[in-house]
């Protein structure tokens, strides 16, 4: 059982509770415990039950699986860490790349750096002009508001 259990303790503490269920049945829980940076999926708890005969023959083969697995796990998860560390710093030296390809304004030149003009407010002509002249919005004449009789909607 211990054999089984070296490959898990060398990089972490694993904790292992005996508890007498009943008359003729045991339960074994293995609970790994990790560094505070570490993956709760590492902190996974293996609990088998089953009589003290069966825990004998086969706590052992299921520890290795257990062990294994957590293994694969632990593989699994810094190869995802390392690949968004690698594409988060592809990304901001892209970014720094853009930023200085980026043409800076020409400050000798102050007309061609200035953004083009959109027209203000004050630039517009209103709608109370003159009526040789187009306001913002032509002139419409107003609408009646719609009128209701006996409950109906008049369109």
């Keep these: 059982m211990f054999v089984e259990l070296?490959?898990?303790?060398a990089s972490r503490?694993?904790?292992i509770t005996v508890a007498k269920v009943?008359?003729?049945t045991l339960r074994v829980n293995v609970i790994p415990?990790?560094?505070a940076d570490d993956n709760p999926a590492l902190?996974?708890?293996?609990?088998?039950?089953?009589p003290p005969e069966e825990l004998d023959a086969e706590l052992g083969k299921h520890l290795a699986s257990y062990v294994q697995t957590h293994q694969q796990t632990a593989s699994t998860l810094a190869e995802a860490k390392a690949t968004m560390e690698a594409a988060a710093k592809a990304a901001?030296?892209?970014?720094?790349r853009k930023k200085?390809?980026?043409k800076p304004p020409d400050k000798g030149n102050p007309v061609m750096a200035a953004e083009p003009a959109s027209p203000t407010p004050a630039d517009a002509v209103p709608f109370s002009a003159s009526p040789g002249t187009l306001g913002l919005f032509p002139p419409t004449s107003p609408e009646?508001?719609?009128t209701q009789s006996n409950g109906g909607l008049a369109l």
């Design 6 to 9: 070296m490959p898990l303790l």
């Design 13 to 15: 503490t694993v904790l």
């Design 22 to 24: 009943d008359d003729k």
């Design 33 to 35: 415990h990790g560094k």
């Design 43 to 50: 902190s996974t708890p293996l609990t088998y039950t089953g």
């Design 92 to 96: 901001q030296e892209e970014a720094k």
């Design 100 to 102: 200085a390809t980026q």
């Design 144 to 146: 009646p508001a719609p």
